[in-house]
């Protein structure tokens, strides 16, 4: 299984980006994907998930601000983000898991920085 994330990079507070995931070694049709970040010295916490069926959620903080979508004929999940502050500033990991065996599987990161 390999995860590719990108799309990352600097944008001014209130900007946007779309971070894309795609991924291979899997059927990807059957998989949730869910979206992580990591902020310097914090815990890596959970953004906003799809279920394989097309099903969302979102921490509280980026509610109304990001939007996860899935294109299963691309095999990648993507991450509108919108209105960006400068506490989005972290790594964001793309992740899956196992639909068998509960095994994590995580891509390798992308930076997205949003500072004036």
């Known amino acids: 299984v390999q995860l590719v994330e990108s799309g990352g990079g600097s944008v001014q507070p209130g900007g946007s980006l779309r971070l894309s995931c795609t991924a291979s070694?899997?059927?990807?049709?059957?998989?949730?994907m869910g979206w992580y970040r990591q902020a310097p010295g914090k815990q890596r916490e959970l953004v906003a998930r799809?279920?394989?069926?097309?099903?969302?959620n979102y921490a509280d903080s980026v509610k109304g601000r990001f939007t996860i979508a899935r294109d299963n004929a691309k095999n990648t999940v993507y991450l509108q983000m919108n209105s960006l502050k400068p506490e989005d500033t972290a790594v964001y990991y793309c992740?899956?898991?196992?639909?068998?065996?509960?095994?994590?599987?995580w891509g390798q990161g992308t930076q997205v920085t949003v500072s004036s």
């Open positions: 992740k899956t898991q196992g639909v068998i065996s509960g095994r994590n599987y």
């Open positions: 070694g899997i059927i990807f049709s059957a998989y949730a």
């Open positions: 799809i279920t394989s069926g097309g099903s969302t």
